[in-house]
């Protein structure tokens, strides 16, 4: 009897997920294929300490699609953000140069790196990772730029891009709000809501 319990409750969880899924898919576009002009919505959720881990997208594109679309995103638009940015913030540094692309490496934006960008790239990717693997404990978290202006010091040149991507009022709010709501929905406590009382319920939090 148990086990016939627990296989309606997967099953229905199940059906739950493909419901959710559905519903989420237009929004979660930028986290299947690469999008430039979508790229803020991306990069929002890796730097939200809150949303950083990306369970959410891991439920939905599978693990190594995310750990594609990360590097995707890191290659293309948030270690230019950064280099960018440390240059704005160290106009004394010196200068990088551009160099030829590697033949073959149609994803790189950068080419062969002299050894002042392979420096720079180490010093802002071990800013970033230690970002990535800080444990943030519910408890502490609080508004996104807040945490950020806190740790400022701690990741000053991660910190100033974060500034200009959560900015963004409208994009932020609407992708947090997404996947508040995608979350809710998936956790343990509503798996037994039933597929009736879930559309209902989707329809009190979207309206």
């Known amino acids: 009897m148990k086990g016939d319990f627990e296989s309606k409750l997967q099953a229905l969880w199940v059906c739950m997920m493909v419901k959710v899924q559905a519903a989420l898919a ?22 939200d300490p809150h949303f950083k881990s990306l369970d959410v997208v891991k439920t939905f594109v599978g693990w190594e699609k995310v750990i594609h679309m990360v590097a995707k995103y890191n290659n293309k638009t948030l270690l230019p953000l950064l280099v960018v940015t440390f240059l704005f913030l160290n106009p004394n540094s010196d200068g990088l140069t551009k160099a030829t692309p590697v033949d073959g490496d149609k994803d790189s934006i950068f080419g ?62 609407k992708t947090k709000r997404i996947f508040n709501i995608a979350r809710n929905l998936t956790s343990f406590r509503h798996y037994k809501l039933g597929i009736d009382n879930l559309d209902k319920l989707v329809m009190i939090m979207k309206n």
């Not at 790196?113 to 970002?131: A, D, I, P, Q, Y």
């Not at 444990?135 to 740790?151: A, Q, R």
């Open 26 to 47: 237009p929004f979660l576009a930028f986290a299947s294929t690469y999008n430039a002009s979508k790229a803020h919505n991306m990069l929002a959720l890796m730097l």
């Open 112 to 173: 062969a790196m002299t050894s002042n960008e392979v420096t720079l790239h180490g010093l802002l990717l071990n800013e970033l990772n230690l970002f990535r693997h800080l444990h943030v404990k519910p408890k502490d978290f609080i508004m996104p730029l807040t945490w950020w202006k806190i740790h400022d010091a701690q990741f000053l040149n991660v910190s100033s891009v974060v500034q200009q991507l959560l900015g963004i009022h409208g994009s932020y709010i």
